[in-house]
Each structure stands twice: as C-alpha cells, then as structure tokens.
C-alpha cells in the first residue's frame, strides 16, 4: 500500500513563507508526476503545481512567481516552497502522486491528508 504523508503547514502573515514536504512509501515500481493541491472553505480543489519525474513544472496562474515545486526521486518526495503568501492562499493543501505498482506496473492516483495552511492579512 502506497501512502503520502505532508508536513509544513501553519499560520503565516501575509507576506511570510511556508514550505510543505510530501514522502511518498509504501511498495511502489516508480513514480510518475507529483503534485500539490489546495481547497478552500467551499471552493473546489485546484491544482496549485505539478512536477513530472523528469522535472518539468507547471503552476496554476495565482501562484507564478511565487511558489516552487521540487522532488527528490531518489528520496520519494515532493516539496513546494510558498513565498509572498496572501490571505488567498488559506486553504488545505493536498499531495498527490501517479505511481505505478505491481503487478503490470498498475496506475494508481494517491492522495495525503491534507495539511492546513493559514495567511492572516
């Protein structure tokens, strides 16, 4: 069983820095993209970056500029480093990852738990 376990939420003023990290475990063949998503209080959840095995990033618009996604794929893990945060920000943030398992190299999408983050203006 793969699993995604996030740490690095909190409260942040307006303007500060936050850095999530995600270790992905579990029986795993490889792992495809890795990415990070975020739902506010009675919005859908949004992807906010994605970054493929071979590195290659992608950013929801709201965040150019000021957030960086990275991994490790020697270490299973995704980070995503949140500068200039804004109240806008405020939401749960959710790893995800495409991982590939046995047998057949089977796809499977897998979610963490979800950590909280919290800009005050």
């Known amino acids: 069983q793969v699993q995604l376990v996030e740490s690095g939420g909190g409260l942040v003023q307006a303007g500060g820095s936050l850095r999530l990290s995600c270790a992905a475990s579990g029986s795993m063949l490889g792992i495809n993209n890795m990415g990070w998503y975020r739902q506010a209080p009675g919005k859908q959840r949004e992807l906010v970056a994605r970054?493929?095995?071979?590195?290659?990033?992608n950013y929801v618009d709201s965040v150019k500029g000021r957030f960086t996604i990275s991994r490790d794929n020697a270490k299973n893990t995704v980070d995503l480093q949140m500068n200039s945060l804004k109240p806008e920000d405020t939401a749960v943030y959710y790893c995800?990852?495409?991982?590939?398992?046995?047998?057949?190299?089977?796809?499977?999408?897998?979610w963490g738990q979800g950590t909280l983050v919290t800009v005050s203006s």
């Open positions: 970054i493929t095995s071979g590195g290659r990033t």
């Open positions: 995800n990852a495409g991982v590939y398992i046995a047998p057949a190299y089977r796809y499977i999408e897998v």
